[in-house]
């Protein structure tokens, strides 16, 4: 079935632990490059339409743009962090210069599917956003944070980058078919951020920073648009470079291209 139904649990059981840690350390794909300064990516995940009206508004006014990764398959639905944006509100993100990254089409678990369905959801992602006249994606990410080795193996030879959710900041080394990334959600989202903006910082490391909706009343998934506002302005005020995940990755592999 495509869409939610209701919150997502995670498997807590000891194997899924177990899949979790060992994953990890399966199938790596290590960032050649440390970043020469600090970067940091504001990302949405599943693109619901408050993101891509209030988040996308508070991006450009500052001459900025954003990764948002979707799930065709849910535009228009009804989600728990309020309804999904629609094919039109993802042609004006691209048209403005925000990057529109993928997750699967029916935002299927890749923790617990078979690398074959896997590939055959993302493909199907692929195809729904080539047909709206969105061709250039390039970056992935889990959703739920979720993944098996069988679809991290797989998923690697489509995407340049393949994100998830654990906590850390990307330098020479990082695995990029598991990166790490920041939630700016709950109660204390906003502090959260600003300690990895701090860490990124000192280490002239890239962070990406995600959220779902963004709104005044957000959901324990998203956040109100004066804490995206004020973390913006702290990366801006800090030096960082604020990118896509599409251009931090350009910019990471230039070094690389040009001593070839």
């Known amino acids: ?17 177990l899949r979790r840690r060992l994953v990890r350390l399966a199938h790596k794909r290590p960032l050649a490059v440390a970043p020469q300064a600090p970067m940091v990516s504001f990302t949405f995940d599943d693109a619901p339409l408050s993101s891509t009206i209030a988040g996308a508004a508070l991006l450009e006014t500052r001459g900025l743009a954003g990764t948002y990764y979707v799930s065709a398959g849910l535009a228009g639905q009804a989600a728990p962090m309020g309804p999904c944006a ?9 048209r403005a210069g925000h990057e529109i990254a993928c997750h699967t089409y029916s935002h299927l678990d890749c923790g617990r599917a078979k690398p074959a369905a896997a ?18 994606v390039e970056n992935f990410a889990y959703p739920y944070g979720e993944v098996a080795g069988g679809p991290k193996q797989a998923l690697a030879r489509r995407y340049a980058t393949l994100r998830a959710l654990h906590h850390g900041v990307i330098t020479q080394g990082t695995d990029l078919n598991q990166l790490p990334a920041v939630g700016i959600e709950g109660a204390d989202g906003e502090a959260v951020a600003r300690r990895w903006l701090a860490e990124a910082k000192a280490r002239k490391a890239w962070l990406i920073l995600y959220t779902h909706d963004v709104r ?40 690389v291209s040009a001593a070839a």
């Open 1 to 17: 079935m495509t869409g939610y139904e209701g919150a997502y649990s995670a498997d807590r059981s000891l194997a899924g632990k």
């Open 119 to 136: 590939w055959d959801d993302t493909a199907h992602n692929a195809r729904a956003l080539a047909d709206w006249g969105l061709f250039e």
């Open 86 to 94: 629609e094919p039109i509100d993802y042609q004006r993100l691209a």
């Open 216 to 255: 005044p009343d957000p959901s324990p998934w998203g956040c109100a648009p004066d804490v995206l506002a004020r973390l913006i302005d702290q990366a801006t005020h800090d030096g960082f470079q604020v990118v896509t995940v599409r251009e931090a990755m350009r910019r990471l592999l230039a070094p």
